[in-house]
């Protein structure tokens, strides 16, 4: 199903543009190697002889030919927590108008949060949100109700307002995974989304933050948020640029193509440390390009809930 843009700015809805996003992958899924995914009748059981027939779904059985139950509401499938980095890098690329075709970190984080919430709600998870920059800022545990997740789509609206250069907030993503690591319900699945540009000259301590994750028994699936042309390649115009560090303000002025081809090994380097590091402790890597469709967020939490 396609996205209008239009229709979106007129209701004014976060849950109605995730409501999109995740029809349109639906449909997707049926024409690619995941059509196997029970993602419509997740709301579902099956019938079970000798139950009360008045909570059969007739208008289900004359699509299917089976006969389904809805679920009670406290039948929940898993809990997930997502969490969010929204230091002031996650506000990259700066730019004068915001919208769900031009996106920066943050906002991509947030469509992609909408969507998984979403979508958790057709498989009946469990949901929570925190959020994080120097320190935890939000953290609501993992529940299955309509109206925790309305609270969470108006904290997810929260985190979309315009860029203030004059407030930096810097990134504690070691000391914020431990806390989340130690509040978070023991066997949840966290789902990461950060730009992971917090202790770039050491990823020893990050590491660890990580790993006290996996050991509180918690499945984590980690988005490496980045915008792959101008954060990863540095496709910008051959000319001087004024680059401002978004979380501390230092400027530095130079010709990106003087020093193009140093920065991308270094880049490089870094992300394959990243993803031989989550692999050795049996996290999921994803690379979430802002630049590319959210079929990437939603199909690795498929595959990764189908694994749990």
Request: proline share 3%; glycine share 2%.
């Amino acid at each position: 199903m396609p996205i209008e843009v239009s229709n979106i700015t007129q209701l004014g809805s976060l849950e109605f543009l995730a409501r999109q996003i995740v029809e349109g992958f639906i449909t997707g899924l049926h024409k690619s190697p995941f059509h196997g995914f029970s993602v419509e009748f997740a709301e579902h059981r099956l019938y079970n002889a000798g139950e009360p027939t008045k909570n059969i779904d007739w208008k289900l059985y004359a699509r299917t030919e089976k006969l389904f139950v809805k679920r009670y509401e406290e039948e929940t499938n898993l809990r997930c927590q997502i969490v969010i980095d929204k230091s002031s890098s996650m506000h990259f690329p700066v730019r004068n108008k915001l919208d769900f075709n031009h996106l920066n970190k943050l906002w991509f984080s947030v469509y992609s949060s909408a969507a998984l919430i979403e979508m958790m709600r057709r498989q009946r998870d469990a949901v929570g949100l925190t959020t994080f920059d120097e320190d935890i800022i939000l953290h609501t545990p993992a529940k299955l109700s309509r109206v925790h997740s309305n609270m969470i789509y108006s904290e997810l609206d929260k985190l979309m307002l315009p860029y203030e250069k004059n407030i930096k907030t810097k990134t504690n993503t070691v000391q914020c995974l431990h806390k989340i690591a130690e509040m978070t319900h023991k066997r949840s699945l966290v789902i990461i989304f950060s730009d992971m540009l917090d202790n770039l000259d050491s990823y020893h301590e990050l590491f660890a933050a990580l790993e006290h994750l996996r050991y509180n028994k918690h499945e984590v699936i980690l988005f490496h948020v980045f915008d792959s042309l101008l954060e990863q390649k540095l496709e910008f115009e051959n000319r001087p640029h004024r680059f401002v560090d978004l979380e501390t303000g230092e400027t530095l002025k130079l010709n990106p193509i003087e020093i193009k081809e140093r920065y991308e090994e270094i880049m490089t380097a870094k992300k394959d440390e990243l993803l031989r590091h989550c692999y050795q402790y049996q996290i999921d890597y994803v690379e979430a390009d802002i630049n590319k469709a959210y079929d990437q967020v939603l199909t690795s939490y498929l595959i990764k809930r189908k694994k749990i």
